[in-house]
């Protein structure tokens, strides 16, 4: 089991996984495909090459069976809150998102009133 998506965290992260809903398979760089065959991880790779994504015109769907493409393959629940199962070695793009740094995350309010409150 992994643990929360972000570990140093501008706001508090509620691990509610809206950053996740989204097919990874479309921001992994050539960076982190590297690592992950440097690192042994077949496992990561294996999914990668199967869940691969496409863009329908609309949506994103998988390459292998044409499905919209709901996640990120590698997020799990728990009790109703997200973890990343592959967290000690998530893509750069995941590791460099800060929560509450963009509209979909519902930090994102609470992050410019703190700014406000400390000014
Ligand atoms: S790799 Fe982990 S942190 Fe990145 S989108 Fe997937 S579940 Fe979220
Ligand atoms: S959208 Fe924000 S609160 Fe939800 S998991 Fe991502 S960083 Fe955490």
Redesign the pocket.
Known sequence: MGR???DK?A??????????QTNLTAYVTDEDIERWKQEGREDILHILKNERAVWAGDRLVSAKDGLPLQSCPFLVWEKGK?SCAIYETRPRVCRE??????L?????GRRELTHVITL
Do not use: H, M, W
Not at 104 to 108: E, H, V
């Open positions: 929360e998506v972000n965290p706001v508090a992260c509620e691990r509610c996984g809206k950053c996740c997200c998102y800060i929560p509450g740094s963009s979909l995350c519902p930090q994102f």
